[in-house]
């Protein structure tokens, strides 16, 4: 597969002095190349479902859903001790 990518880079690079259009094809897939070559070697990408991706996706959420929590809880503190206050309450 490697060696298919340098030979069609060495071709568009010679249709070039034909069309400098073809320099320009070269330019992009030498660009593509070398910039997913690069990713390489840090594991997959976020699409990739690895477990790493999935622990911080479930970690986010949790963080998500603690703070929502906290923030719901103090909101509604005051209420819920009036709620116990009444249903401690004897009624008469």
């Known amino acids: 597969m490697f060696v298919l990518l340098l ?30 070559g690069r990713d390489r070697g840090r594991g997959r990408s976020r699409g990739g479902g690895s477990d790493l991706d999935d622990y911080r996706d479930y970690r986010d959420y949790r963080d998500r859903r603690e703070r929502w929590d906290r923030r719901y809880d103090r909101q509604n503190q005051a209420r819920r001790r009036r709620e116990d206050r009444r249903d401690h309450q004897p009624h008469g």
């Open 7 to 36: 030979v069609l880079i060495a071709v568009l690079f010679g249709f070039g002095f034909l069309h400098p259009i073809w320099w320009v094809a070269a330019a992009v897939l030498i660009y593509g190349a070398t910039s997913r």
